[in-house]
């Protein structure tokens, strides 16, 4: 399994970003996909997951403002960041499991297939 992120960059407060996760070699029909992130010295923090069945869940912190989805024909999984803040910037990382969890979970341990990440700088 590879996941690639991409669209990461450098934003404004207050801006948005798109990233992409696109994924290869990930056949499974049961899945659930999440975006993480991290800031040096922190833990990794998972912040929005989607099943294959298209269930959701956000961190507070990114509710209203970040939207998690997928698009199943081009294998990529998709986070929406609009309205972001310095408190934002991080490097974020996509993860898979090959498992449709109920409830959809943010943990870390769930989550085996990791992708290389991409930094998501914002700047006041």
């Known amino acids: 399994v590879q996941l690639v992120e991409s669209g990461g960059g450098s934003v404004q407060s207050g801006g948005s970003l798109r990233l992409s996760c696109a994924a290869s070699?990930?056949?499974?029909?049961?899945?659930?996909l999440a975006w993480f992130r991290q800031t040096p010295g922190k833990e990794r923090e998972g912040i929005a997951a989607?099943?294959?069945?298209?269930?959701?869940t956000y961190v507070d912190s990114v509710k209203g403002r970040f939207t998690i989805s997928q698009d199943k024909l081009k294998s990529t999984m998709y986070l929406q960041m609009n309205d972001l803040q310095l408190e934002d910037t991080a490097m974020y990382y996509c993860?898979?499991?090959?498992?449709?969890?109920?409830?959809?979970?943010?943990?870390?341990?769930?989550?085996?297939?990791w992708g290389q990440g991409t930094q998501v700088t914002v700047s006041a």
């Open positions: 993860a898979a499991a090959g498992i449709t969890y109920y409830p959809l979970s943010l943990g870390r341990r769930f989550f085996p297939y």
């Open positions: 989607i099943n294959s069945d298209g269930t959701t």
């Open positions: 070699d990930f056949t499974s029909r049961h899945y659930s």
